[in-house]
């Protein structure tokens, strides 16, 4: 049981480029969360989904699509990557009522 | 706009000192306060608190939660040097019958010195 894992762990971009972090779960958790944390900062919800095939958006959603086409995995795209998003990336998951475990998080420098 | 304040946003102690880190919340459709303590990498889960006036404990550490007043604290008696992280908290919010979206506080520094 690994938990939450996310990968790269480390990643530089330069701008206008685009990837894709990816996350994954074992524990056959219906909710996943993809949070964005900048330097000196609390979390930022940016995307969240409650099963397969519904995702929908949090409060920093702009730049970023994901999807979730298994309850496994549940990957977060950067299309045209920006300074701004610069910053380190976190996904969770979550059974019902109890409370979200995160991964080890993907810290993204964009140059 | 839903929000969540912690104070103070840093603090230095000693070992054996007792620390009371605070967080108060404004948001729609409350369902739970949530602790969480963050070292290198991931915040790792301290507590869930939903009802008013009823301290969770584990170890050292304790919490309440204070539904009317919007406010949250978390105690830390004796504390050690591998106490020093960022505490965060964050509330719950919406979310249907069973799961929530964290709304986050920008976080304690807490530093512990031998």
């Known amino acids: 049981n690994a938990g939450v894992t996310q990968t790269p762990k480390f990643r530089i971009l330069k701008i206008g480029q685009s990837m894709t972090l990816q996350c994954t779960q074992d524990?056959?958790?219906?909710?996943m969360y993809w949070y964005r944390q900048d330097p000196g900062m609390g979390l930022k919800l940016i995307y969240y989904s409650v099963g397969a095939g519904i995702t929908d958006k949090g409060e920093v959603p702009n730049g970023y699509n994901v999807s979730r086409s298994t309850t496994e995995d549940f990957p977060l795209r950067l299309e045209l990557a920006a300074p701004s998003q610069t910053s380190v990336y976190f996904c969770a998951s979550n059974p019902p009522n109890q409370p979200q475990h995160f991964g080890d998080g993907t810290r993204l420098s964009i140059l | 706009e839903d929000k969540v304040v912690q104070s103070p946003l840093s603090l230095v102690v000693h070992e054996g000192d007792t620390v009371t880190l605070n967080c108060s919340y404004e948001?729609?459709?409350?369902?739970?306060l949530l602790w969480y303590k963050q070292e290198k990498k991931a915040p790792t889960f301290l507590f869930m608190l939903t009802s008013s006036g009823i301290e969770k404990k584990s170890g050292r550490l304790s919490s309440i939660l204070d539904k009317k007043e919007l406010f949250s604290i978390l105690n830390i008696t004796a504390t050690q040097t591998g106490d020093s992280a960022i505490y965060l908290c964050?509330?719950?919010?919406?979310?249907?019958?069973?799961?929530?979206?964290?709304?986050f506080g920008q976080g304690t520094i807490l530093t512990v010195h031998p």
């Open positions: 524990m056959n958790h219906n909710y």
């Open positions: 964050a509330a719950s919010v919406g979310g249907g019958t069973s799961y929530g979206k964290l709304t």
């Open positions: 948001v729609t459709n409350f369902r739970s």
